[in-house]
């Protein structure tokens, strides 16, 4: 496959050249056929102003031919690497986060890939907690679909005191000191779970450890959305978004702080993998503007390659600024939903807005490692 070629044949509907949705743009871009002035995005839902092309349905107003230079905001040219990437690459319908109910979601990895297939997914992974043993159960069944996929693990480290996520896409599922990993790394999390339970209890909240057992499929990845189940089915909440705010978050009644891996050794495990590992929805962690600096370059020196740029938590504003630090450290980017469940999951798979076409996708330097039928 040569550099420049497309990862998944797409449809002539989806090789439509289209724009990423820049910040604000100046009245002389308007008069040259963007959205006028204070018009509101189909795709944005009014966060941001943009040209609008990015949204279903509507075309740019103009064609670049494959491998022209993309501009990003404010005129710059995108950095020479990020020339090579096809826009019906990067336009891909990529979801590479989900989680089934071998960790803290409610589907089977099986239920999964039907629905990433029947919502128009071009290349899919699940990437559970901590965890690999769903990861042979969604290749099957993605491959019975013929959807193309990857393998993907979601790894919790701790970094500078704080619960980060770092996702590992395209590795070997088997690899010994990896599943080794994946298990000490979860072995924390019962105790954890007893410790909360304790702490709601004290609270008036009893029973909440063996009623969060009840919907864990695993002990071993027992977590605090077990619990939070737990608590909107017994009424003291209306869902579990709620029950986080008022219980699970730092400085509420039920937190309960775990130590998790190191950054060094969650992107070691990936690496000696095969894989490539991804910083999870970065626009979540309450970090400063010089421990996120800390974050990408430790990240980076340690052999991380990826960010994920668009993602079900992130909003519009944050697309743009983590394609920025993408392009800043040199990463490559990556899209995902975080789906859990069709009950609690804001974004849907396969509905997140496109990656700008400016940022090298994840799935280029992986292209050898999708698993798809030959």
């Not at 289209?18 to 040259?32: F, I, N």
């Not at 071998?102 to 965890?131: C, F, I, M, Q, Y």
């Not at 979540?284 to 990240?299: D, G, I, P, S």
Request: hydrophobic letters at 40%; glycine letters at 10%.
């Amino acid at each position: 496959m040569g550099a420049d070629a497309p990862l998944i044949a797409l449809s002539a509907a989806a090789r439509q050249v289209v724009v990423p949705c820049l910040p604000a743009r100046s009245r002389a871009a308007d008069r040259q056929g963007s959205l006028s002035a204070g018009a509101r995005c189909t795709r944005c839902a009014g966060q941001v102003d943009c040209d609008g092309s990015h949204s279903r349905g509507v075309r740019a107003r103009r064609r670049r031919p494959s491998g022209a230079e993309v501009p990003s905001p404010g005129g710059r040219f995108a950095a020479a690497y990020n020339l090579r990437v096809t826009l019906s690459s990067a336009r891909i319908n990529a979801d590479l986060h989900c989680h089934s109910a071998v960790s803290d979601g409610t589907l089977e990895p099986e239920a999964l890939a039907a629905r990433a297939k029947a919502n128009g997914v071009e290349l899919w992974a699940l990437t559970d907690h901590d965890e690999v043993g769903g990861q042979h159960r969604a290749m099957a069944a993605a491959l019975d679909l013929q959807l193309p996929c990857l393998t993907g693990a979601e790894i919790s480290v701790t970094f500078a005191g704080t619960t980060v996520h770092i996702v590992g896409l395209g590795f070997d599922a088997d690899d010994p000191a990896l599943v080794a990993g994946l298990a000490a790394t979860r072995g924390g999390r019962r105790q954890r779970a007893m410790d909360m339970s304790k702490a709601l209890a004290g609270a008036g909240i009893a029973g909440a450890y063996e009623g969060a057992a009840k919907y864990a499929g695993n002990p071993e990845l027992i977590s605090r959305t077990h619990v939070a189940r737990f608590l909107v089915d017994s009424g003291v909440c209306t869902d579990t978004h709620e029950v986080f705010r008022r219980f699970l978050v730092e400085g509420k009644p039920g937190y309960v702080p775990h130590r998790w891996a190191s950054l060094r050794d969650a992107v070691t495990w990936i690496r000696r993998a095969g894989g490539i590992a991804v910083i999870a929805h970065p626009g979540r962690y309450k970090f400063t503007a010089n421990e996120e600096f800390a974050l990408f370059t430790e990240f980076k020196a340690h052999g991380g390659e990826a960010v994920e740029v668009v993602t079900g938590s992130h909003t519009a504003a944050e697309f743009v600024k983590y394609a920025d630090m993408a392009l800043e450290f040199d990463l490559f980017a990556s899209r995902g939903a975080d789906f859990h469940s069709p009950e609690e999951s804001h974004t849907d798979l396969g509905t997140l807005p496109d990656l700008p076409v400016r940022l090298t996708p994840v799935w280029e330097p992986l292209h050898d490692r999708v698993q798809r039928v030959s």
